[in-house]
C-alpha cells in the first residue's frame, strides 16, 4: 500500500479563521498531501491561566470552517486521550489510526525556535517531519537548534506562507468591538459565534 501524505495541523482554534484554512491549503499543495489533520487541543499545556473557550464549541467551529474542502477532516483525538497533552504522545496514537502515513507536523517558525523545549522533541522529528511556515520576525539560529536537537534541519521542510495575516486574538477583539468577522473566518463560523454569544465578553 502506498504510504498516505497527511498533515497534522494542531492548535486551540479559538476561532478557526482563514489562516488556519489557507495555510492548511498552502501545505497540501507545496507537499503533496492527500489530507490535513485539524487538531483540536483539548486542553492547551501554553495557555493554563487563560480562558479558553468550551471545546464543543471549537469542535464545531472547526467542522464548519473546513466544510467545503473534504482534503481537511478534524481529528478529536487529541481532546479525548489522556494527559499530558503533548506532541511526543500524540503522534503514536496516530500511527495507530494512520499506519501506512507520513506525517508532516505544521508549524510556524516560532514554534520551531521554541522547539528544544517541547517535551521530547527528538522523539517527535523521529516520528514526523515538520512543515514551518516562515516568519520575518522571527530568526532562527540552526547551529543552536541542531546542537539542542540533533538532525532537526533535516526534519523541517519551509513553506511559502499564504499571503493572509489574521490572528485568533484580533477576531475576539473585533467581537467584544462589535465589529465584523465574515471576511476573517466565513460566514458559517460568524454565525455561529453570533448565536452562541461567543467573546462577547474579555
Known amino acids: ?12 482554534f479559538d476561532p478557526p479563521h482563514f489562516g488556519h484554512v489557507k495555510l492548511a491549503v498552502a501545505a497540501r499543495e507545496q507537499l503533496a498531501l492527500g489530507t490535513v489533520l485539524f487538531l483540536p487541543v483539548g486542553n492547551p499545556p501554553h495557555k493554563q491561566n487563560k480562558r479558553v473557550t468550551a471545546v464543543s464549541h471549537r469542535i464545531h467551529m ?35 489510526s494512520y499506519p501506512n502515513a507520513l506525517f508532516w507536523f505544521i508549524i510556524g517558525a516560532d514554534s520551531l525556535r ?20 516562515p516568519r520575518q520576525d522571527i530568526l532562527l539560529k540552526w ?21 493572509y495575516h489574521v490572528s485568533s486574538t484580533a477576531i475576539r477583539q473585533r467581537v467584544r468591538n462589535g465589529e465584523p468577522i465574515d471576511e476573517m473566518v466565513g460566514t458559517a463560523v460568524a454565525a455561529y459565534i453570533r448565536e452562541q454569544r461567543l467573546y462577547d465578553k474579555p
Open 1 to 12: 500500500m502506498k504510504n498516505r501524505r497527511v498533515g497534522l495541523l494542531g492548535g486551540t
Open 62 to 96: 472547526v467542522r464548519l470552517a473546513i466544510a467545503s474542502r473534504p482534503y481537511c477532516q478534524l481529528d478529536e483525538i487529541d481532546i479525548h486521550r489522556p494527559l499530558p497533552h503533548n506532541t511526543a504522545t500524540l503522534l503514536p496514537l496516530l500511527r495507530q
Open 114 to 133: 521554541d522547539f528544544p523545549t517541547w517535551d521530547d522533541p527528538e522523539r517527535i522529528i523521529a516520528q514526523c517531519r515538520l512543515a514551518v511556515l
Open 143 to 163: 547551529h543552536e537548534l541542531q546542537q539542542r536537537v540533533p538532525h532537526i534541519e533535516t526534519a523541517v521542510d519551509f513553506l511559502k506562507p499564504p499571503q
